[in-house]
């Protein structure tokens, strides 16, 4: 089938153009057939004459004609992504985010709109190499547009959907160390700024660096110490975000968390989002190339307890860094460290101090259930939770209600697990004390004959 927009001829089946983005319904295509440039900025109407849908086509005019729209990035229930041109910067490629929102339901639009300004406040604060600024927000005809710096590239997770296998391991590592460099800028702002959304789809491999980009800031919030002030809809995405953030109480080591379960699912190409919250199996169990290191890094980072994770991404990224190092050969304060063939040479890594030895009792993340994927048909939320390159979930009609029946869900399954203790045999205690008992009377023996006995055959 044809494009209309841009002509390209697209493979049957296929709702949506492969290369511009526009829509293929052939029953739109034979009402309407292909818009003229006069509609191409008209907004899509529901049955009620509520806007619902992006604006947003190829050669879609903004701001006077000075962004011209090059091709769709993502759409979806709650807003749009496209590549455009800036015509007032030598046609610099840019990428808009359209907010799109019920005007049928006040509250949420208002909900909707403070979030997104807020996703833009947050950026327009920030100053990192590696998190796409914000250079433009305007609205025009009742819609929202923020515009970005555009990071050509590829997302983890379209790197996984197209490879069909884990990432190498001191590929994987550096991406990580590159994110947690970003997360440690972030929790140095005042006050410290927590992303509440890490995952691979929003970390983007440049494709003129080979850098990873943090992007999607869109439920971020720099209000991590306020306590008074109660998180109800910050909950990230199923599989990443970490229990305490279902309860309300995100900080900077729930990112970590969200970090390391993504680290875990392109190491093992296991999505968590295909199984039950909170379940990941050793990593060597799942991948025998992943290093052991590497593992026990992973470990730690996913404690379900918060305070048995890293503390701060400083700590987590120099554990990263000495693995690169130490293992593969990355340059010392090589912050980037660039795979262009500088990680060479395997070097043995000695073993942390108080790691569990072979034959030694399992940890609490080693003895978490490992139950069978769920049938697609039954996975909580599956339906919302595939993300699409630009960060915007793709959830289509009825997204918002099934969102928030699987919060209502998270909220009702979560419970912490009890706490273990160690429980030691009664025996024990006994035998300790006629041991040291018995010492005693020996020791005192001795040195009652030095004493008393010994003189007399002096």
């Known amino acids: 089938m044809k494009c209309p927009y841009c002509g390209t001829v697209n493979p049957a089946g296929e709702n949506f153009c492969i290369d511009c983005g526009g829509s ?6 034979a009402v309407q057939g292909a818009p003229s440039q006069s509609e191409l900025h008209e907004p899509v109407t529901s049955g009620t004459g509520n806007t619902t849908t992006s604006t947003l086509v190829p050669s879609s005019r903004l701001q006077g004609g000075r962004y011209v729209v090059k091709k769709i990035l993502g759409q979806g229930g ?46 327009a604060h920030l100053d990192h190499p590696l998190i796409p600024t914000v250079t433009d927000l305007f609205e025009e005809s009742g819609r ?41 800028y972030l929790s140095r702002q005042h006050p410290p700024i927590v992303h509440r959304d890490i995952k691979p789809a929003n970390i983007i491999v440049s494709s003129r660096d080979r850098r990873a980009r943090l992007v999607d800031f869109g439920i971020a919030r720099a209000d991590a110490l306020d306590t008074k002030r109660k998180q109800t809809t910050a909950l990230g995405t199923p599989g990443y975000a970490p229990p305490e953030q279902y309860q309300g109480r995100a900080d900077a080591r729930s990112d970590l968390y969200a970090l390391a379960a993504t680290l875990h699912h392109i ?11 909170f379940n990941y ?56 460290y660039l795979l262009s063939g500088g990680l060479t040479g395997k070097r043995p890594m000695p073993r942390p101090s108080g790691a569990s030895q072979p034959g030694s009792p399992a940890s609490p993340y080693e003895q978490g259930y490992r139950p069978e994927p769920l049938p697609r ?42 706490p273990q203790y160690e429980q030691r045999p009664v025996g024990n205690s006994g035998n300790y004390m006629q041991t040291s008992f018995l010492l005693l009377v020996i020791v005192l023996a001795i040195i009652g004959f030095i004493l008393y006995v010994l003189p007399y055959f002096g």
Do not use: C
Not at 79 to 102: M, P
Not at 304 to 320: F, L, T
Not at 380 to 407: F, K, M, V
């Open 78 to 123: 709650m807003g749009a992504a496209v590549l455009a041109q800036d015509t007032r910067i030598a046609n610099k490629e840019v990428v808009i985010k359209e907010l799109i929102s019920d005007k049928d339901d006040p509250e949420q639009r208002q909900e909707d709109v403070r979030n997104f300004k807020r996703e833009v406040d947050t950026l």
């Open 267 to 277: 190491l093992t190409n296991r999505d968590p989002a295909d199984y039950p919250p």
């Open 24 to 29: 293929l319904d052939p029953t739109t295509m």
């Open 144 to 184: 929202y547009y923020m515009v970005q710096e555009y990071a050509a590239g590829q997302n983890l997770e379209d790197y996984l959907e197209k490879n069909k296998k884990p990432m190498s391991e001191p590929e994987a590592l550096t991406y990580a160390s590159q994110v947690l460099d970003i997360l440690d």
């Open 281 to 336: 199996p050793p990593a060597r169990t799942l991948n025998s190339a992943i290093s052991p290191e590497t593992e026990r890094l992973l470990e730690r980072a996913l404690q379900m307890e918060i305070s048995k994770r890293y503390q701060n991404a400083a700590a987590m990224k120099h554990d990263v860094d000495e693995i690169l190092q130490q293992r593969f050969g990355a340059k010392e304060n090589d912050s980037t």
């Open 377 to 418: 048909a039954q996975q909580p939320g599956r339906q919302w939770a595939e993300p699409d390159p630009s960060g915007w979930r793709d959830g289509g009609q009825g997204q918002r209600q099934r969102q928030r029946e699987w919060e209502s869900r998270q909220r009702q399954m979560y419970a912490p697990p009890p």
